[in-house]
């Protein structure tokens, strides 16, 4: 599945679109710490089909995954 | 101008700086509403932070629960030798930012129904310190319900839109913003 980057998660893993394979957001966890260096040390939430899980939630590759850290509007 | 209660997805964002005089416009737009009485209006301007020299670190929190604005923050990402703020550099996940506006904007017109219209702008790109990235704008016809409004529009909106920020420093490193 592709995912989304943003923010200083983007600039840390040189690409604003990852793919990734992972049956769960928490599989999607480490695969994306394994992938990007450094990433273990951020704060950064999941969002699946636009809204923020915070449990590990099973995926089917079908939904749209973003990676976010933290928040900076206004 | 009459503003429909249908609320549809929106787009709040603009390219740049708002223009100071955008703002003049948008307030001469309510003149025709006679039901009018009171605009509130919360403007976020670029601050020019003074950083502090090398790795800026602040506190870490954990994911855990609540959204990342809650997070607390990450490690200083950039070495710095200090310097200011000289330009904020906006990004943003459009598509969750606007559903979740959508879902802000009717949870407002719910708590203060009798709000007339709310707009709301954020500028993505690079905006220099100084100038203006964020707008609320309330209008309702009695001063409490628009002023309410806006302050909680303010907060809702910096705790929960997926808005990216990266701090230009003047020795050309950079930080990224996070809300408190």
Partial sequence: MNVLLFGMIAEKAGADLL???ASSTGELRRSLAARISGLDQLSYAIAVDRRIVHQDVPLTGSEEIAVLPPFAGG | MSEPRTHSVKDIFVDGPIDPAFVGTSIAKHAT??????????????????????????EIAS???GDPASIGATPGQARSDGGNVIA????????????????IREEAFAHWPSM????????????????????????????????EAVAWV??????????FGREILSDNTHLWKQNM
């Avoid at chain 2, 006679?34 to 602040?58: C, K, N, W, Y």
């Avoid at chain 2, 303010?154 to 808005?163: F, N, S, T, W």
Wanted: overall charge positive; aromatic content about 6%; proline content about 4%.
């Fill in chain 2, 88 to 103: 904020i550099d906006y990004t943003a996940y459009r598509e969750m930012a606007l559903e979740r506006m959508t879902v």
């Fill in chain 2, 154 to 163: 303010v907060d809702r909106i910096k705790a929960e839109l997926p808005i």
């Fill in chain 2, 116 to 147: 007339t219209c709310l707009h709301v702008h954020h500028s993505l790109g690079t905006i220099p310190a100084g100038q203006l990235c964020f707008m609320v704008f309330a209008s309702a016809p009695h001063r409490i319900a628009a002023r």
């Fill in chain 2, 33 to 58: 509403r006679m039901d009018i009485g009171a605009h509130e209006i919360f403007l976020g301007q670029v601050r020019a932070d003074v950083t502090p020299g090398l790795t800026r670190s602040r």
């Fill in chain 2, 63 to 65: 994911v855990g629960g």
């Fill in chain 1, 19 to 21: 793919s990734v394979e």
